[in-house]
């Protein structure tokens, strides 16, 4: 299990700009990608984004809905990741979860089944 604690959530009008943090601390294993998730009310949790975390090597995928507006980034030096949100949206209003894998798969997974730790969230809200 790796521990992950997501900072930076807010609330911002439309066109704003916002950056998520999530550290991972306490782990037991050295996670292979590690990726940003978000649940709106009601709808079922998509993923945002995932980076291949590993110091050696490098892979990033994103959701369409994000392409262009959203960029994630690591710092291995303080096992950290970063989603850099901007031209944000109303319809990008969640709870953005930080999450782990412990497994390698050929391109950064975006599905939720395929990472095993979990982050508490941190909410977005956009206003239009």
């Known amino acids: 299990q790796v521990q992950l604690k997501e900072s930076g959530g807010g609330s911002v009008q439309a066109g704003g700009s916002l950056r998520l943090s999530c550290a991972a601390v306490?782990?037991?294993?050295?996670?292979?990608?590690m990726a940003w998730f978000r649940q709106a009310p009601g709808k079922e949790r998509e993923a945002v984004a995932s980076?291949?975390?590993?110091?050696?090597?490098?892979?990033?995928a994103y959701a369409d809905s994000v392409k262009g507006r959203f960029t994630i980034s690591k710092d291995n030096a303080n096992n950290l990741i970063y989603l850099e949100m901007n031209n944000l949206k109303p319809e990008d209003t969640a709870i953005y979860y930080c999450?782990?894998?412990?497994?390698?798969?050929?391109?950064?997974?975006?599905?939720?089944?395929?990472?095993?730790?979990w982050g508490q969230g941190t909410q977005v809200t956009v206003s239009s």
């Open positions: 999450a782990a894998s412990s497994r390698y798969y050929s391109l950064p997974p975006l599905t939720p089944s395929e990472y095993d730790s």
């Open positions: 306490g782990y037991t294993y050295n996670p292979y990608y």
């Open positions: 980076i291949y975390t590993r110091l050696r090597g490098g892979g990033h």
